[in-house]
């Protein structure tokens, strides 16, 4: 009888350190998860800003781009108009 219970105060014990075990690394897995969302939550922000910078650079280059191109147009329209600047 002894013997039984001696076998189970064993496997009871086991079965304790086991389950111990299994709830540390799980309690870990829980603080890698908030972990990753964490720099997931930074990534989405650092993205939203790179796009942000991005249409405000292409904007900008459109209008400056525009400006220029009507410079142009003045240009060739003032060359067409006087003819004798040619060299």
Do not use: W
């Not at 890698?32 to 650079?57: H, P, Q, R, W, Y």
């Not at 525009?66 to 060739?76: A, D, G, N, P």
Request: hydrophobic share 45%; aromatic share 8%; glycine share 2%.
């Amino acid at each position: 009888m002894e013997n039984i219970n001696n076998i189970t105060v064993l496997f009871g014990t086991l079965i304790t350190l086991l389950l111990s075990v299994v709830a540390y690394f799980i309690k870990q897995l829980h603080t890698d998860f908030k972990s990753m969302e964490k720099d997931l939550i930074e990534v989405k922000t650092m993205a939203l800003i790179i796009k942000t910078e991005f249409k405000s650079d292409s904007a900008l280059i459109n209008q400056k781009l525009t400006y220029l191109e009507r410079r142009v147009q003045l240009l060739e329209f003032q060359h067409i108009k006087n003819p004798e600047n040619e060299k």
